[in-house]
């Protein structure tokens, strides 16, 4: 009989940001790949190549670089995430209200970057960035825990990159992606047994990324990439209360998610001596994400995601020789669509983003970088059905629900170390 399984929302959310590349969908995850992007939230960072990090976004555009440059830095993300005006159904059908919630946290996400190049044609690049490092967390006490509880997700991409300068204008770029993720799960209710879930998994995938380069001229360019996300396997230590055949130790199985495919484009246009505009365009394949099954045979849940898109405008100001000004706006839009969650809130979002590079001398600076990213109140309604223990009547019957209103609002800040060499 197939069977509604208890939380795999919540274990979807965890598996995918455990591996995704990007940070695309759902409250916790964020775009953190360098400060300077921040500082223009992440317009035309496909294309501008200002230093090491935009190897996170395009491999070609490493062929822009005439010498060996180092980036270092340190984004911080503040989460504010409310739950409120939540009313919780127990399994004898009495509904409450519940406390409101606030469940966000603060991460630190380090990023290091280095290309060298090797001659006129070809360019190598080395990377290691999270773009993972969150948490939400309901209080202890918290009536429908069995939908709240803990996530916590971190996660480490290792990147290996090269980059081919075919003329003056066009030059193509690759890359090999090694993702580690580890991510721990909790969820309870006391009326339904204690513990119903406690998850401690990781996992390692392989990726790769595609990307090319167009100089229509020194003040005008544009950018294309592709990148390529893994079927990844995660396991661990897993108790799973609603495990086919009766045994909630389901250590012995993988989780497999199907992860999504992620294009984008970027343009960066020099006017004047003193300004610049830029732009992107990214596209999220969220849609391909149908369901989570493990290697056991249990399909765990349909997940009902859609494509995901990014819109992003900025512009840069040359001040003088010290100073350079950035700022940028981006629209992203939700990956959940008719199915919403407490523990992994998400709405449309809007970032508002400023930042500077200060030039400590002719080949090292500094970015600093600071994004507001503003969310929407989501109605958020989840329910656990279990197998009838009555002889006639439906199949299932309804365990539990909630319904809340979430929020996810952030603060990010970022600050970065380039040389060049």
């Known amino acids: ?37 921040l500082g223009r939230a992440f317009a035309g960072d496909a294309v501008i190549a200002d230093n090491a990090s935009v190897m996170s976004r395009n491999a070609a555009a490493m062929s822009l670089f005439s010498s060996p440059e180092l980036s270092l830095g340190l984004n911080a993300i503040t989460s504010d995430i409310d739950v409120k005006d939540g009313e919780y159904t127990n399994m004898l059908g009495q509904t409450s209200s519940l406390d409101d919630q606030s469940v966000g946290d603060t991460s630190l996400v380090p990023n290091l970057y280095y290309i060298h190049p090797i001659n006129d044609q070809w360019t190598v690049g080395a990377s290691i960035y999270s773009n993972f490092g969150t948490k939400t967390e309901f209080s202890n006490d918290y009536a429908a825990n069995e939908y709240g509880g803990l996530t916590d997700v971190k996660s480490v991409n290792f990147g290996l990159s090269a980059a081919y300068r075919i003329n003056t204008q066009w030059s193509i770029g690759a890359g090999l992606d090694i993702i580690y993720g580890s991510g721990e799960l909790k969820r309870s209710n006391e009326s339904l047994g204690g513990t119903l879930l406690d998850v401690d998994a990781d996992g390692v995938g392989f990726g790769f990324n595609l990307g090319t380069i167009y100089e229509l001229n020194e003040n005008h360019r544009f950018g294309l990439s592709y990148r390529y996300s893994p079927e990844l396997e995660v396991d661990g230590d897993m108790f799973y ?30 006017l004047n001596k003193q300004f610049a505009v830029h732009y992107s365009v990214q596209w999220i394949g969220w849609s391909t994400f149908e369901d989570l099954n493990t290697t056991g045979g249990d399909v765990l849940n349909s997940y009902e995601w859609q494509d995901g898109w990014h819109y992003a405008i900025g512009g840069t100001y040359y001040l003088n020789n010290d100073w350079t000004l950035r700022a940028g706006y981006m ?52 329910n656990t059905m279990v197998d009838s223990p009555f002889p006639i009547g439906p199949d299932e019957i309804q365990a539990s629900a909630v319904t809340a209103t979430t929020r996810a609002n952030a603060w990010l800040y970022g600050i970065q170390y380039s040389r060049s060499f």
Request: aromatic share 8%.
């Open 1 to 37: 009989m197939n069977k509604k399984r208890l939380f795999t929302k919540s274990l979807v959310a965890v598996a995918i940001t455990m591996a995704s590349q990007q940070a695309m969908a759902a409250g916790f995850q964020l775009n953190a790949q360098s400060a300077t992007g």
């Open 331 to 382: 629209h992203d839009t939700s990956a959940q669509d008719k199915v919403t969650s407490i523990s992994v809130p998400d709405s449309d979002r809007n970032w508002f983003s400023a930042g500077f590079t200060y030039h400590l001398d002719s080949k090292s600076n500094i970015d600093v970088g600071v994004t507001y990213l503003v969310g929407s109140d989501v109605t958020a309604t989840e």
């Open 241 to 270: 209360a609603g495990a086919a055949g009766g045994n909630p130790d389901i250590s012995g199985d993988k989780l497999n998610i199907a992860l999504p495919d992620m294009a984008e484009f970027s343009g960066y246009h020099r």
